[in-house]
């Protein structure tokens, strides 16, 4: 189980998201949905527990949590097979299909820094795979991939959920996901804000 209660989420000094309140069980999907800067990145972070919150409970398991962000996390200095290897030992899990999983395999003797956007981008949802962990949070996962990518992702993801594994993604795109639930964010405004006068500059 995966379950947030009432949580505040923080941008620096200011609350983006109060009362955040859901419950995700094995094998479930949840879209988060609002408008660039509603705070779908700072809720993401808030749940990865890189910015705790400043009100209110998650509970869940921090070493069950893989989160990946705009940054695809690739050593470009690496090859895309070292860059899959170096993982596997950070992760500690074993050696699997990732290459042929996320369509690497023509590309493993290439350095990542030679890739373009899409394939860095294929290279670092990899490490999803590799990390074993049981809830990804995904924050525009398929920021410069093509159709086929995006519909083979979507797959992937879809896999991962059937298999006991949980998913919290923020897109704008509608991604071929059976039975994803979605979260509108926007209903979690602040009803109150309380400026700080030196923070606004109005003093």
Known sequence: MFTVKNITAQRGPRAILQNVSFSLAAGDCLILRGPNGSGKTTLLRTLAGLSPPSAGEINVNPEDIVYTAHLDAVKPQLTVAENIVFWHGIYQTAQSDTLKRFNLTDLAQ?????LSAGQKRRLGLARLHISGCKIWLLDEPTTALDADHVAEFAQILTDHCASGGIAVVSTHLELPLP?????????????????DPFLEGSF
């Open 179 to 195: 039975n994803a639930q979605t979260l509108d964010i926007t209903q979690f405004a602040p009803t109150e804000t309380h400026a």
């Open 110 to 114: 290439r350095d990542a820094a030679t």
